[in-house]
């Protein structure tokens, strides 16, 4: 075991003084880390929909007593980016995928909104799969954000008619223009009626005067009622500076897993490679050290070059966080409890990255390989839970599955230490299985 | 005399292709054989499996009692490219667990006289790399080498130092194993050739019975 430390000394020089090598080491992370966060920014960017018009909207339309600029609202919906063109346009890009969706307004749309009686329609058509579903989503949010705006409206305009009955005038109910005394002077009135000394008119005036400001008291709290019912639950949104989504724990700790994924077993496959290349190899196994030793020693190394490139990128992402004042800001006093877990997630992937070269041989290969297998092995770990028979075997026997739940419980977990050490346990039992599957291929070095 | 190696039907195959096919050799101590015959007869898979690199895929190699210590140097320099000659060498001589590996390494690298010490082993010349391969297998001051074609990149005043130095280690009872393309470094150094073609040993004698045959 003494052979450990020097060949661990001797391959941490060769790092050092390879200035491109330890370049890429370092900056392959952050790259990783911008990468994940560009794909988190255009998950999270609207998609682009066809917004054809078939009812040339005027630019305002009158709606009750409001006026609303239409075409507006539908241009400024955070949602979805809606692209005015033809219909045929529209169907074309729908087919080739450059627009998700074709969001139609039909021609009557402006007299059915003016009207106030029968609700008008949208008609949207979406690609088949995923993303249809996300766009169906995204336009289910803007008719309900327009439909927020024009409730108001339809409730000024039926609060216009209550008021109308209620203190009598001229006004207009959809296109009828009528004029009325109003409740409140029908009441004066029949007030008026039963102060008289007949008891024949005065009895009844009385019975509806009574009547009337029943009604009138009634029907002066609909307006409370209307908006009671049209918003049962209201949400008032108040946005500070939290966390953006590329800020966020999740992307964190999704960044530190694959850069480690990637690093780490590129790294694996590149040293253990080498010292075939070297020839040295030969030298080594000639009673100086066995394969064994040779693979707990290429994944120490890897262990700890992983660890301080996870540690330099968790640095730079609370410093970001820091600096940006983004609240909850970087959890430091959870950093020490990261590092273990750091190390055993870089160790598991230098052993699948040892794995890797073994079976590859010669170095080429090896790093072609270890890119094929990162790959996977990154995406094995977000498929979603259940999302097939055997998903979530899947998921348990990768590393990167493991590391990500491993940096979210260390960093965010209000009791991480459950989280901690159930997925340090997975991933030591990966590393010694890696490990023990790299020992046998291992002999292939020789030959 | 119980040979110091010995290699009893020991063979190596790589699938289908057969390396080495079954073969027998011994080495006395004292002696310096070397191992003669075209490309691709085996010389050098010989040379792995008596070094113990290469596993055998049949028979077996065995040693005598105590076993000897053994220098192996390829036929391409086994050493690592971006350290020095000396951080080489050093860091053989303490893995091996040698008592002085500060004056070890210093005492092989003047048997080769390499003295480029400040150069990654990477930029080394090519003769240069095979000094420095030389002085590892040289390191402890073996009872046995297994060198294979080790003249092959040097220049005439290192080859002659190195059959100068193979000759006295040779007239203190050491023993060694070359591997070589060279009819004169035969006659100049060895008390025995074996000649190999296609995986097979076909002929032993004397380095000038050798050569006669190869002349046929």
């Known amino acids: 075991m003494a052979a450990i430390p020097l060949l661990l000394a001797k391959d941490l020089r060769r790092l050092a003084r390879s200035p491109l090598l330890l370049a890429a080491l370092v900056v392959y992370p952050l790259l990783i880390a911008l990468l994940v966060g560009l794909v988190v920014r255009y998950a999270g960017e609207r998609p682009r929909v066809a917004l054809v018009d078939r009812a040339n909207l005027p630019q305002t339309i009158l709606v009750g007593e409001r006026r609303f600029d239409l075409k507006r609202l539908f241009e400024e919906a955070s949602e979805v980016d809606l692209v005015r063109m033809s219909a045929d346009r529209a169907n074309r890009e729908l087919e080739t995928g450059r627009v998700l969706a074709v969001l139609t307004i039909p021609q009557d749309f402006s007299v059915r909104l003016r009207g106030l009686r029968a609700s008008p329609r949208l008609v949207l058509r979406t690609s088949t799969g995923a993303l249809g579903a996300r766009v169906t989503e995204k336009m289910r949010a803007l008719v309900y954000a327009i439909n927020l705006k024009l409730q108001k409206a339809y409730i000024e305009a039926n609060l216009g008619y209550v008021r109308l009955l209620r203190k009598g ?126 693979v707990v020693e290429k994944i120490v190394l890897v262990a700890l070059v992983g660890t301080l490139i996870a540690v330099a990128l968790a640095l730079g992402f609370g410093l970001v966080v820091e600096i940006g004042g983004v609240s909850g800001g970087q959890p430091w006093a959870r950093v020490p409890l990261l590092l273990p877990g750091l190390a055993l997630a870089s160790a598991a992937f230098g052993a699948l990255g040892v794995l890797v070269g073994a079976l590859a041989r010669e170095a080429g290969a090896a790093m072609l390989l270890a890119l094929l297998v990162g790959l996977p092995v990154a995406l094995a770990g977000v498929i979603p839970e259940g999302a097939f028979a055997f998903s979530d075997w899947l998921r348990a026997a990768v590393p990167f599955t493991h590391a990500v739940d491993l940096a979210t419980a260390a960093l965010y977990d209000p009791s991480p230490w459950g989280g901690v050490v159930r997925q340090a346990a997975w991933l030591l039992g990966l590393t010694l299985v890696l490990a023990g599957l790299a020992r046998v291929a291992a002999r292939r070095l020789l030959t | 005399m119980t040979p110091v190696l010995a290699a009893r039907a020991v063979e190596r195959r790589y699938g289908r292709r057969v390396a080495l096919a079954p073969t027998d050799f011994q080495l006395e101590r004292g002696e310096l054989v070397v191992l003669v015959g075209p490309n691709g007869a085996g010389k050098s898979t010989l040379l792995s499996l008596l070094a113990g690199v290469l596993p055998p895929t049949g028979g077996l190699v065995e040693s005598s009692h105590p076993p000897p210590s053994v220098g192996w140097a390829p036929q391409r320099p086994a050493l690592y490219g971006h350290l020095s000659p000396r951080e080489n060498v050093e860091l053989f001589a303490r893995l091996a667990e040698l008592d002085d590996a500060v004056g070890s390494a210093t005492a092989v690298l003047d048997l080769v006289g390499l003295t480029a010490e400040d150069q990654r082993a990477v930029e080394l010349s090519v003769g240069n790399q095979q000094r420095l391969n030389l002085a590892l297998a040289l390191l402890g001051d073996p009872d046995v080498l297994l060198l294979d074609e080790p003249s092959a990149s040097l220049d005439p005043k290192q080859r002659d130092r190195l059959w100068k130095l193979l000759l006295e280690r040779r007239a203190r009872g050491q023993t060694a194993v070359l591997a070589t393309h060279s009819l004169e470094e035969s006659a100049r150094l060895a008390s025995r050739a074996v000649m190999l073609v296609d995986g097979l040993v076909v002929r032993e004698g004397t380095p000038a019975e050798i050569a006669s045959a190869m002349a046929l």
Do not use: M
Request: no cysteine.
């Open chain 1, 169 to 294: 005038g001229s006004g207009k109910i959809g296109r009828s223009r009528l004029t009325v005394i109003g409740l409140e002077r029908a009441e004066r009135e029949l007030q008026a009626l039963a102060r008289s000394s007949d008891p024949d008119v005065a009895g009844p005036a009385r019975e509806l005067a009574q009547f009337v400001r029943q009604v009138n008291g009634a029907v002066g709290q609909v307006g409370e009622f209307l908006r009671a019912t049209a918003n049962p639950i209201q949400l008032d949104t108040n946005a500070r500076a939290g966390r953006t989504w590329v800020l966020s724990a999740q992307v964190q700790a999704y960044a530190l897993a694959l850069a480690l994924a990637f690093v780490a077993v590129i790294l694996g496959a590149a040293v253990v490679t080498a010292e075939r290349e070297e020839q040295t190899l030969g030298r080594l196994v000639r009673g100086l050290i066995g394969l064994g030793t040779l």
